[in-house]
């Protein structure tokens, strides 16, 4: 164990050294690299380092060597300072080198062993620099079919063994005469492991083209959409290939060294920059679309890169291991198969040519139900044209000749069940990859492997992807190696049992009211300004509770508390299902689900956009007054309601249009109040009332000037502010509807409507009013729609406080990432703390745990007055959920005192020593404090 005073003795002489190099503090990126080669730090000692490096002019912290030892210390750490880990010094010098071209990077800190620290300079590279030639560089040119002869042998052994013979599965038969796909033959599996078990299942078409099946359980309904209950935490994070390396390197996972580009310019300089050949790949397509492997010349990657921008503007370029292709099945943590997946390969025979072997080998692929419609076809051999072979060449006896560059089964590629060979370390690393994810239940993890029998290390392993929806056939009719017995029972035998997280496990009980507490409201407001959304206010929350919080990508976020995590995609946590998301986002299908549950929901019908006269003869069957808006769309953007005319209609119409809407939804206008109403679980939580916008004479100012005076005063409110009232020219025929005009003076106390949509208007707090009857009905609602965590759905109703049995009422849309700013935020009315409410019902500890908190008092010296420092701070202390004051000091510098969760102080701590813009922060001391703390954060008088 590394005693706490060696630790900080080697901190503090790396902090003397990188004092001596007189950086400025605003340019300087300062590495700290640590190797610690001893027992993990204790938590006391962890604490201790952490107080260190933040006290300290570091900017990034990097680790290397054992993960496990520095798992705990980088979630200690405030995010701005993580860094990645490495597992071999050929990555730390390969980052530390592409950190100095970009200018990055001023000094790095080593700690080797503990006790010793040095500074010391980038080191140059050795590797060979990629050079321009037009004549190769075309990839992968003379490549072998399996890149280690000992991998080789090892699948020449299984085939000889194994050849599996499925021309007797009754699945093969059905495939032939009903010709189906193997997307189909999945469901097919999972119906009939359903029957096995007595089950009733329901087989849904859903509108974005795909087909699930509703499994019952004891407690709960499971969703199969090739994984059971997809989370939409898990399948964003593994959707973008770029995100799941960020994802899996901070975890200490081993991933190829790259990065993705939206310019060619920039990724053309990065390629020529590497040392080694480069893959290119699109960030989202999936199924080895757009992927161009062992480029190593210009020529090639330009091909390459404009071959994946067809497949998606964001592309991936990053170096190319060369190993063979295995995906590993892993269910809940347990592996259930590892399959090689070869490419398309012929076997001489020393008689027949390569043409004649191919169709051998694809009449040996139709007996196969998983490749029966996979053939190997001529004009995808791009390898063999590469090679310059010929179709009519006789190949010799027991000699492998590759077809194709990419290993992927719809080319051709046979998959091989491994799972008896591969090192146990492999079969971990996929375990571990799997807890990494929050909210997956079933992934596909494709590792490029070395040696198949050999231990999982930097020269052997790299992760190249994840799936979230991998096909399961492959797996159950694997062309050689060992058959895996029951695995789409295993699928059902896990979701039975509820271990994943699903909102209908979580959140059991009567529907009842249990209101969002009440937070206090001041003049603090205006710190959070326009940047704050819902992702900064769950930040706010977690910091107030002291969650460990790793932020990936502008939009997933993963909490941490005592070995539990949460991820949350945007406002949606991991136990809400990625369907839930796309059936909200769907307006038809939203109603169509709400119906079924009997949920009255306006009468409606969807058009595509050329479809516009045909929309205007249906509007005869609603009444005189519908809505149009876009199918898919959120925040009412191209909603316009009560539309009573042809030309409003037409206007409508191009409103629509013009907000991106690839198909409308007609409907019958509901008349009543709009609400806003949140479900977090079985409790109905806040109601809040959305008033369109308006504005009420004074009998001196005219409509136009009167919106002026209005928006000043929405400009202090952060939510308000953000959709400041346009004159736009639907408002001004909704005014010349009712023959008023920009320039009309109303009557003192005359209200004037502006819009009929809410979206935009005054948003007023009327939880306390809400009958508790609409509890059962909230409920409902949130459960329609595949039961996801919370919702929060647009209610019209003649009174919120009335029964609902009393009068009419209808939903017309549900969000599964409700906008929390409507609560923490009313233009009336008190706030509600709804980010806080998801993660105490999400970390139920926290509510009853006492929150470690921290007491710290700055001192920052250097250009820190008349920067506009303290105003600076005093935001981001708001943001963080602290107390205590900031003020000028006499002496030129600033003093401060910050007062909350541990978390929240060191991450203030870290904010001082970077400063605004126009500060330069020399220095930040700390000192203890035993005085009084104000119940708030406050910029104080300049002190003596």
């Not at 849904?204 to 359980?217: D, L």
């Amino acid at each position: 164990m590394i005693p706490s005073s060696t630790v900080s003795a080697t901190i503090q002489k790396a902090i003397r050294k990188l004092a001596l190099l007189h950086v400025p503090p605003e340019r300087a990126r300062i590495l700290l690299l640590a190797h610690i080669d001893a027992a993990p730090l204790s938590p006391a000692e962890q604490a201790v380092l952490v107080e260190l490096i933040v006290a300290s002019s570091i900017s990034m912290v990097a680790t290397y060597g054992n993960y496990v030892q520095f798992e705990n210390l980088r979630r200690l750490l405030p995010q701005l300072l993580v860094g990645p880990h490495f597992h071999s010094g050929q990555a730390v010098e390969q980052c530390v080198e592409m950190l100095r071209r970009t200018d990055e990077i001023v000094a790095v800190v080593m700690m080797k062993q503990p006790g010793v620290s040095a500074v010391s300079a980038p080191v140059q590279s050795s590797l060979p620099v990629a050079r321009s030639d037009p004549e190769k560089g075309r990839g992968a040119e003379g490549r072998p079919v399996f890149v280690s002869t000992a991998n080789q042998a090892l699948i020449q052994a299984v085939r000889a063994t194994r050849e599996n013979d499925f021309t007797s599965s009754p699945y093969l038969q059905k495939m032939q005469t009903d010709r189906l796909t193997r997307s189909a033959l999945n469901w097919r599996l999972f119906q009939d492991a359903a029957k096995k078990r007595n089950r009733k299942i329901r087989v849904e078409k859903v509108e974005s083209g795909k087909t699930v099946i509703m499994y019952p359980c004891r407690h709960h309904e499971v969703i199969f959409d090739h994984s059971p209950d997809l989370s939409v935490v898990a399948a964003r994070i593994v959707e973008d290939k770029a995100l799941t390396k960020e994802v899996l390197s901070r975890n200490g996972i081993l991933v190829p060294t790259g990065a993705a580009f939206d310019n060619g310019v920039r990724a053309k300089k990065y390629f020529l920059n590497r040392r080694v050949p480069q893959v290119v790949k699109p960030v989202g397509s999936a199924r080895g679309r757009g992927v161009a492997i062992n480029i190593t010349s210009d020529v090639a990657f330009d091909q390459a890169w404009a071959r994946a921008r067809r497949f998606g503007k964001e592309v991936i370029v990053e170096d190319f291991f060369d190993g063979d292709l295995v995906r590993i099945m892993v269910l809940g943590g347990r592996v259930l198969s590892a399959l090689c997946i070869t490419p398309a390969y012929v076997e001489g025979d020393g008689v027949s040519t390569i043409a004649a072997l191919i169709e051998q080998k694809n009449r040996l692929r139709q007996s196969n139900p998983a490749t029966w419609d996979t053939w190997i076809r001529h004009a995808k051999l791009d390898q063999l044209r590469r090679d310059g072979r010929s179709l009519q060449e006789i190949s010799a006896v027991g000699s492998l000749v590759r077809l194709t560059v990419r290993p992927v089964v719809d080319a051709g590629g046979d998959v091989i069940n491994i799972i008896d060979k591969l090192h146990r370390s492999i079969c971990e690393l996929a375990a571990r990859i799997f807890r990494i994810i929050p909210g997956a239940t079933l992934l596909g993890i494709d590792l490029l492997i070395n040696d198949f029998s050999a231990a999982v290390g930097p020269e052997n392993v790299r992760v190249l992807g994840l799936h979230a929806l991998p096909v399961l056939s492959t797996s159950v009719f694997p062309a050689a190696g060992p058959v895996p017995a029951g695995l789409i029972d295993a699928l059902f035998i896990y979701a039975g049992q509820g271990r994943h997280e699903t909102a209908g496990v979580r959140h059991a009980g009567q529907p009842e009211i249990g209101l969002i507490p009440i937070i206090h409201r001041s003049q603090a407001e205006e710190c959070f300004g326009l940047k704050i959304g819902t992702r900064e206010l769950l930040m706010r929350a977690a910091m107030a509770r002291n969650l460990q919080m790793e932020r990936f990508s502008k939009n997933v976020i993963i909490y941490h508390r005592d070995g539990k995590q949460v991820g949350f995609n945007m406002g949606m946590p991991s136990c809400t299902r990625l369907l839930a998301r796309c059936a909200s986002n769907h307006k038809a299908w939203t109603k169509r689900l709400l119906r079924e549950q009997g949920i009255p929901t306006p009468e409606g019908r969807e058009f595509a956009t050329n479809a516009m006269h045909d929309a205007w003869k249906y509007t005869a069957e609603l009444g005189s007054s519908i809505v149009v808006k876009p199918v898919y769309g959120k925040g009412g953007k191209g909603v316009t309601t009560r539309i009573a005319s042809h030309t409003h209609f037409i206007m409508a119409w191009e409103v629509a249009v013009q907000a991106g809407a690839h198909s409308i939804m007609v409907e019958k206008c509901q008349h009543g109040h709009d609400y806003r109403v949140i479900v977090i679980g079985n409790r109905l939580c806040a109601v809040t009332q959305r008033v369109p916008a308006h504005v009420v004479g004074d009998g001196e100012h005219t409509i136009e000037q009167l919106i002026a005076i209005k928006n000043e005063q929405r400009r202090t409110n952060p939510l308000d502010a953000m959709r400041l009232i346009e004159l736009t020219p639907m408002i001004r025929c909704n005014l010349a509807e009712v023959g008023v005009y920009p320039d009309t003076v109303p009557l003192y106390g005359q209200r004037v409507s502006l819009h009929f949509v809410a979206n935009g208007g005054d948003n007023h707090d009327v939880s306390d009013q809400v009958h508790p009857q609409f509890a059962k009905i909230a409920v409902r609602v949130r459960q329609a729609i595949y039961n996801p965590f919370h919702v929060g759905f647009d209610l019209i109703a003649e009174d919120i406080a009335k029964s609902p049995d009393e009068q009419s009422w209808s939903v017309i849309e549900v969000n599964t990432s409700p906008d929390l700013r409507m609560q923490h935020f009313p233009t009336y009315g008190p706030a509600r703390d709804l980010a806080g409410a998801l993660l105490d019902e999400l970390f139920p500890e926290t509510c009853r745990a006492e929150i470690p908190r921290k007491v710290q008092r700055v001192e920052i010296v250097g250009h820190v007055q008349g920067v506009g420092f303290r105003r600076w701070v005093w935001k981001r202390a708001h943001f963080c959920a602290v107390q205590g004051w900031v003020r000028n000091r006499s002496d030129g510098q600033v003093e401060a005192l910050f007062s909350g969760s541990v978390m929240a102080v060191n991450q203030m701590i870290v904010w001082c020593r970077q400063g605004p813009t126009a500060a330069k922060v020399k220095q930040v001391l700390l000192f203890e404090w035993g005085g009084e703390i104000p119940a708030d954060f406050q910029i104080a008088d300049q002190a003596c």
